[in-house]
C-alpha cells in the first residue's frame, strides 16, 4: 500500500533562518507531488506542484521553493523565513485522475 | 482556471440532526470532485469522490454527496449527524489532463452540539 511521510510535524523558526521540509511517498512510482500552506480561512493554498524528477510548477510567487530530487521526494525551502512563512503545511500525491493523498502536516511557526 | 466555492464557513448542528454542506465549483470541463474532511493539526482525509456514473456518491462514516453539473454543485450530506464529526471539511475539484492540480476550497468548520 502507499504511504506519505512528512517531517517533521513541528518546527519552531526564526526569521531569516533557512528552512527545509521534506516528503517522502512509497509504494508508488511517479506520482504528483505537491505543497500546499493552509492558513485560518483561507483553505488550502497550492504553493507547487510537480509531475516528475526536476519538474517543478509555482503556483504562487513567495519566499518558498521546491525541489524534487527524486522520484518520490520532494522538499519546501526556503533560504531566509518570513513571519508571514508561518502557517500549516501539507504534502500530497495523487496518480493521474485519482484522488489526493495527504501527508500529516507541518506546523511553522516563525519568531 | 478552475476554483471552489463553499460559503458556509461555520455551521453548527445538533447532534442527530441532519447537515447539508454546501461546494460550488468553477471548471471547464467535466470534474473531478471531492470531500475531505480534516481534524485539527492533522492531515486531511478523503471522505467520498466523483469521477463520474453515477451522480450520488456514497463515502465514508455515513457521508454522501450529489455532483450537480446544471449547479456547478457538489453538496455534502449526512442524515443524523455524530459528535465525532465536528471537524473542518473542505471540497476540491481535480483537473483532468496535463497539469493535474487539486483546488480546495475554504473549508466549513462544522461544531456539533449535545
Redesign the interface.
Known amino acids: 500500500s502507499q504511504t506519505i511521510h512528512?517531517w517533521p510535524a513541528t518546527l519552531v523558526q526564526p526569521v531569516g533562518s533557512p528552512l527545509s521540509l521534506e516528503c517522502t511517498v512509497e509504494g508508488t512510482s511517479n506520482p504528483?507531488l505537491?505543497w500546499?500552506r493552509q492558513a485560518a480561512?483561507?483553505?488550502?493554498q497550492?504553493l507547487f506542484?510537480s509531475?516528475g524528477i526536476g519538474q517543478i510548477?509555482s503556483e504562487v510567487p513567495q519566499n518558498l521553493s521546491a525541489s524534487r530530487p527524486q522520484d518520490r521526494q520532494f522538499i519546501l525551502s526556503s533560504k531566509k523565513l518570513l513571519l508571514s512563512d508561518s502557517g500549516?503545511y501539507?504534502c500530497?500525491w495523487?496518480q493521474?485522475?485519482t484522488?489526493?493523498?495527504?501527508?500529516?502536516?507541518t506546523?511553522l511557526t516563525v519568531v | 482556471a478552475q476554483s471552489v466555492t463553499q460559503p458556509d464557513i461555520h455551521i453548527t448542528v445538533s447532534e442527530g440532526a441532519s447537515l447539508e454542506l454546501r461546494c460550488n465549483y468553477s471548471y471547464g470541463a467535466t470534474p473531478y470532485l471531492f470531500w475531505y474532511v480534516q481534524s485539527p493539526g492533522q492531515g486531511l482525509q478523503l471522505l467520498l469522490k466523483y469521477f463520474s456514473g453515477d451522480t450520488l456518491v456514497q463515502g465514508i462514516k455515513g457521508f454522501e454527496a450529489e455532483f450537480k453539473r446544471s449547479q456547478s454543485s457538489f453538496n455534502l450530506r449526512k442524515p443524523s449527524v455524530h459528535w465525532s464529526d465536528a471537524a473542518e471539511y473542505f471540497c476540491a475539484v481535480g483537473t483532468t489532463g496535463g497539469y493535474q492540480k487539486v483546488t480546495f476550497g475554504t473549508g466549513t468548520k462544522l461544531q456539533v452540539i449535545p
Open positions: 512528512q504528483n505537491y500546499y480561512g483561507r483553505g488550502l497550492l506542484y509531475v510548477s500549516f501539507l500530497a495523487r493521474e485522475n484522488e489526493a493523498f495527504f501527508g500529516q502536516g506546523r
